[in-house]
């Protein structure tokens, strides 16, 4: 569950990512009553280090773009802007030569975009409760944490350790948290 979250949340050049919803009519919608929405991972990255047709190019790389479900867990990008929407037909349709169906992922614009619920943020490092806790967010600043989105990535299994180590030091994070991770990380992520 949410693992798209963790899935770019170590890629080269993100700096954020949040789970939510978006795509919908509902005002404020939650997991428990979602309306039309669809469930949706926001990112944040830097220009200078990565690219939106990078980012893209990961995720048509990472799923099953060819299988068609309800809204909820529907797959889509939601753009911001025609510069976005040409560069994710582009993608799509570069896809679509490598995979024998017929692609199903929407390609709608970016409407209001609601956060999901806090326990679905950072999903994978939550599940490492002894570290998650040692990190000391105030409320919710995990859900900004450029930290929390690269420690998600990592121990979701989407990292490499060569990669936390040559970022270790804007991690911030004492010698027991690093060691933590680096094993978890060079075992695999959650064991």
């Not at 068609?68 to 939601?78: D, L, R, T």
């Amino acid at each position: 569950f949410w693992f798209p979250e963790a899935q770019f949340g170590c890629a080269p050049g993100v700096v954020r990512t949040k789970v939510g919803y978006t795509g919908g009519s509902k005002k404020f919608p939650t997991y428990y009553s979602l309306g039309d929405h669809t469930e949706t991972v926001q990112i944040e990255f830097d220009r200078t280090k990565t690219s939106y047709e990078k980012l893209l190019r990961k995720f048509w790389a990472n799923h099953d773009s060819t299988t068609c479900h309800k809204n909820q867990y529907m797959s889509a990008i939601f753009y911001h802007g025609e510069k976005q929407k040409e560069v994710a037909e582009s993608t799509r349709d570069e896809h679509q030569k490598t995979v024998k169906r017929q692609i199903q992922t929407k390609i709608k614009p970016a409407e209001t975009f609601y956060d999901a619920e806090d326990y679905h943020q950072k999903y994978m490092l939550r599940q490492h409760r002894s570290l998650f806790q040692s990190l000391i967010f105030k409320p919710n600043e995990e859900v900004s944490s450029y930290t929390a989105a690269r420690l998600n990535g990592y121990l979701g299994g989407f990292g490499k350790l060569k990669d936390f180590e040559a970022e270790l030091e804007s991690l911030g994070l004492s010698d027991e948290q690093e060691q933590y991770v680096r094993a978890k990380v060079k075992g695999g992520g959650l064991n």
